[in-house]
């Protein structure tokens, strides 16, 4: 794709065509402009210099770039043949929720990195964190308090609003749920606030894993997360292994609950 110019031949290039999209869509000055910290050197360059020069506007308003996913100390990239795709993560067992999880470990500005064992341990926090919001609803009429939660509210949003400081909203999160001067009630209410940023699946948790071994819970759990990630297939290949262990999966509008085959 070439055309003549009054300076020569012109080749359009991905940086043009990303100003222009974003311009004909979005407008002459975004709000927000995303990308890999690899973009700026070069290509978020050059879109602000034609896009500043063809308007004599500011391009974009704030600029939200992502370090890199590093797998042994090297960036993950296709190219370099050091890369994993979530299919890969399930195979072993890791829920599509709990990588999301693990990436909300780290601020979107700080390097992630990736190995077994630290996903490993993250979808186990992520189990505990299911597990406790479990025990929440089993327990939801209980009142051990009566706060609002109005401070951990507002200290969440604090965190969301310093550069999407994820790590730190988690932080709350986990404080929230041990403070003593909230009521079960209050806790599940501001899970399901929280989560509307955290994107975590935790307002379609429910209860019911009383008296249930440790190893079901944790099945359990991951079947929820693969509905929530509409991975059916995940899901039902649970279901099956449940079924092998002698439990009867039962959903419900108000989740999903087991029962012992006899």
Same mark, same amino acid.
């Given at each position: 794709?070439?055309?003549?110019?009054?300076?020569?031949?012109?080749?359009?290039?991905?940086?043009?065509?990303?100003?222009?999209?974003?311009?004909?869509?979005?407008?002459?000055?975004?709000?927000?402009?995303?990308?890999?910290?690899?973009?700026?050197?070069?290509?978020?360059?050059?879109?602000?210099?034609?896009?500043?020069? *063809?308007?004599?506007?500011?391009?974009?308003?704030?600029?939200?770039?992502?370090?890199?996913?590093?797998?042994?100390?090297?960036?993950? *990239?296709?190219?370099?043949?050091?890369?994993?795709?979530?299919?890969?993560?399930?195979?072993?067992?890791?829920?599509?929720?709990?990588?999301?999880?693990?990436?909300?470990?780290?601020?979107?500005?700080?390097?992630?990195?990736?190995?077994?064992?630290?996903?490993?341990?993250?979808?186990?926090?992520?189990?505990?964190?299911?597990?406790?919001?479990?025990?929440?609803?089993?327990?939801?009429?209980?009142?051990?308090?009566?706060?609002?939660?109005?401070?951990?509210?507002?200290?969440?949003?604090?965190?969301?609003?310093?550069?999407?400081?994820?790590?730190?909203?988690?932080?709350?999160?986990?404080?929230?749920?041990?403070?003593?001067?909230?009521?079960?009630?209050?806790?599940?209410?501001?899970?399901?606030?929280?989560?509307?940023?955290?994107?975590?699946?935790?307002?379609?948790?429910?209860?019911?894993?009383?008296?249930?071994?440790?190893?079901?819970?944790?099945?359990?759990?991951?079947?929820?997360?693969?509905?929530?990630?509409?991975?059916?297939?995940?899901?039902?290949?649970?279901?099956?292994?449940?079924?092998?262990?002698?439990?009867?999966?039962?959903?419900?509008?108000?989740?999903?609950?087991?029962?012992?085959?006899?």
């Amino acid at each position: 794709m070439e055309w003549e110019s009054p300076w020569g031949k012109g080749f359009p290039g991905w940086h043009i065509e990303c100003s222009a999209m974003a311009m004909k869509y979005l407008g002459e000055t975004l709000d927000i402009h995303c990308g890999g910290i690899d973009h700026i050197p070069v290509h978020h360059t050059n879109e602000i210099a034609q896009s500043e020069a *063809a308007t004599g506007k500011p391009f974009s308003r704030y600029w939200m770039h992502g370090e890199f996913l590093v797998l042994e100390k090297e960036k993950m *990239a296709k190219s370099g043949g050091h890369f994993i795709i979530l299919k890969t993560l399930m195979d072993k067992g890791i829920s599509p929720m709990a990588y999301r999880f693990f990436c909300l470990s780290a601020h979107y500005r700080a390097p992630l990195t990736f190995s077994w064992e630290i996903i490993e341990n993250a979808a186990k926090g992520y189990e505990s964190l299911i597990s406790k919001l479990t025990e929440l609803h089993n327990h939801k009429d209980v009142i051990s308090g009566n706060e609002d939660g109005a401070l951990f509210r507002e200290s969440f949003l604090a965190d969301i609003n310093d550069d999407l400081n994820m790590p730190r909203a988690l932080a709350v999160l986990w404080e929230m749920l041990r403070a003593p001067a909230l009521s079960n009630q209050a806790k599940i209410a501001l899970v399901a606030e929280f989560d509307q940023v955290l994107g975590l699946g935790l307002a379609g948790i429910q209860g019911s894993f009383i008296d249930v071994p440790e190893d079901i819970r944790r099945l359990l759990s991951e079947r929820e997360s693969a509905r929530q990630a509409r991975d059916f297939k995940r899901s039902d290949d649970i279901r099956d292994e449940l079924a092998q262990k002698g439990y009867r999966v039962i959903d419900s509008k108000n989740g999903a609950k087991v029962e012992k085959i006899q």
